[in-house]
């Protein structure tokens, strides 16, 4: 028995650095939500018609006090396996409506969007804690957006549904985030209540060169507007995807053309370049 104990004592330590990394991030993944080590970084969204900056994307880091700023890849599926979401998601969305209200009063008008996971839109408290944020920091529903992925809605789509009618009733705008990705069936999308398709980056980045990806980005669009919703593309690196965009009739754009995603104090700044 003494010799099994050793032996695993000295095997841990030979798995892989990433294992060991993300045993660590788990565990103090809850401290961290409740010490605010959690940031948010803001990604503009950019009007194509009107050349302004109507709303931006919330965008979560973590600032690690070993490893530095974590990027949401490292932490976000792992925490998403867990009911951990549902906190840092309440922690995601309190800091973004205090930013909003802090730059309405710096003459600031901007939408935020928050990005949701499945056990977000299963969760029956959710729709309430979303009320009395909003009451709290005086944000209307048209000031907030949620981006929800084609997989958390499938995973369970008739609360799914449920969650996004309640968003709906209020005036809260929903966007299909990642769309393309997923197994999109047109036939569902057609009965929830989306009002944005957001084009994911994989079809955006190549489409210059690759007439497939233009052709999947013009029929997105098409198709988004016949049923009455705007489009907004991901991953807009130059002005000539811009403009291609632009041609083809896209609504809005986000991408490091514009920006990276950038602190709230960049953020205002440029909101003030784009006026
Ligand atoms: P996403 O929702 O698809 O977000 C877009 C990602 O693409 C962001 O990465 C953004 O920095 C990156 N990006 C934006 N423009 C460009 C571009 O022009 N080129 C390239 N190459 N990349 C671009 P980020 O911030 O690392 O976030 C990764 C993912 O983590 C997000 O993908 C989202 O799924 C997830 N995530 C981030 N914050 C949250 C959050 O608060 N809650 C949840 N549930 N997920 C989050
Ligand atoms: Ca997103
Ligand atoms: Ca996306
Ligand atoms: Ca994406």
């Not at 490292?74 to 840092?88: A, D, G, H, S, Y």
């Not at 403009?243 to 909101?271: F, M, W």
């Amino acid at each position: 028995a003494k010799n099994e104990g050793r032996s695993i004592c000295e095997y841990t330590p030979s798995l892989d650095a990433d294992t060991n990394q993300r045993f660590v991030i788990m565990s103090e993944m809850a401290e961290a939500i409740r010490n605010d080590e959690l940031v948010l970084h803001y990604q503009p969204k950019y009007e194509l018609k009107t050349g302004k900056i109507i709303g931006c994307e919330a965008l979560v880091r973590w600032q690690h006090k070993q490893y530095g700023l974590l990027p949401p890849a490292k932490f976000i599926p792992l925490v998403e396996l867990t009911q951990l979401i549902r906190p840092l998601t309440y922690w995601v969305m309190k800091t973004a409506m205090a930013q909003m209200q802090q730059w309405k009063r710096e003459g600031i008008l901007i939408n935020v969007a928050i990005n949701l996971s499945t056990r977000n839109l299963t969760d029956e408290d959710f729709i309430g804690q979303v009320d009395s944020l909003m009451q709290e920091f005086e944000i209307e529903a048209s000031e907030i957006e949620f981006e929800v992925t084609e997989t958390a809605l499938m995973s369970n789509l008739d609360q799914a549904m449920q969650q996004l009618n309640e968003f709906n009733l209020r005036g809260i705008h929903c966007s299909l985030d990642d769309y393309g990705t997923g197994y999109s069936s047109l036939s569902y999308i057609k009965k929830l209540p989306l009002d944005v398709l957001k084009i994911d980056r994989s079809f955006i980045s190549q489409m210059l060169e690759d007439k497939e990806d233009r052709i999947i980005a013009q029929s997105t669009i098409d198709l988004a507007h016949s049923l009455g919703m705007k489009v907004i593309a991901e991953g807009v690196e130059d002005e000539n995807t811009l403009r291609e965009l632009a041609a083809q009739g896209c609504d809005y754009i986000q991408g490091y053309h514009i920006s990276e995603p950038v602190d709230a104090e960049s953020l205002a700044k440029l909101y003030w370049e784009h006026r």
